[in-house]
Every structure is written in C-alpha cells, then in structure tokens.
C-alpha cells in the first residue's frame, strides 16, 4: 500500500502561481513515477505530468506545457506541481498518483491516488 497526501490548492485570480504537493508513504519501492491529474465538474479525469521516481524523466500535457512544471524530492518521497500564469480552465480537483509504469499518461496505468486538492481560478 502506499498513502498519498496532497497540499497546496486554493482559490487564486487568474495569472496567479500554485505549488502543490504530494507526500508518499508505505510501500514507496514499487514505485516507478509519481504523476498529476486533474478533473473538472462534468468532465473526464485529464492527465496533466508525470516525474519518474528518480526525477530524471518528465512528460506532460501537451496543452500545459510552458506553464505548468512537475519535480520531485527524493529526500522527503514529495512531487511538487508548479502551476504558473493560471487561467480559469484550469479550475478542477488536482489528483497525484503512482504507477509502477515509468511514464504513463492514462489514468489506468496509476495503482495509488491521493485525495485529491481543489484548485479554483477566478478570472
């Protein structure tokens, strides 16, 4: 089992900067890449980055790429999810997760999630 727990969301005005965080527990060595989703009301869970769990491989979204940017600590077993320059799109419930899958973006493919954090962008 691992247990996830994010930190960080909020409500912030449009053009403003987030960080969030997940902290990872328990079985951590299955462990092969952490990643972010997110999921808007009424909309399908949608893949925003992924860090393998050395931190030396990232893949995003194409759609995020540029302003938002994921990094580890291997010190504290913590994904960070930068968010810059946000927009009220980006208005959603932002999931962490793992994988034992090194890069995967399919939600599928993610064995743990965390609770999730709500991420609300006023324009």
């Known amino acids: 089992q691992v247990q996830l727990v994010e930190s960080g969301g909020g409500l912030v005005q449009a053009g403003a900067s987030l960080r969030l965080s997940c902290a990872a527990s328990g079985s951590i060595f299955s462990i092969n890449s952490m990643g972010w989703f997110r999921q808007a009301p009424g909309k399908e869970r949608e893949f925003v980055a992924v860090v393998s769990w050395s931190g030396g491989y990232t893949y995003y979204a194409d759609s995020l790429k540029g302003r938002f940017t994921i990094s580890r600590d291997n010190a504290k077993n913590t994904v960070y999810l930068q968010m810059n320059s946000l927009k009220p799109e980006d208005t959603a419930v932002y999931y962490c997760?793992?994988?034992?899958?090194?890069?995967?973006?399919?939600?599928?493919?993610?064995?743990?999630w965390g609770q999730g954090t709500q991420v609300t962008v006023s324009s």
């Open positions: 997760a793992v994988s034992r899958d090194y890069y995967s973006s399919s939600w599928s493919r993610y064995d743990y």
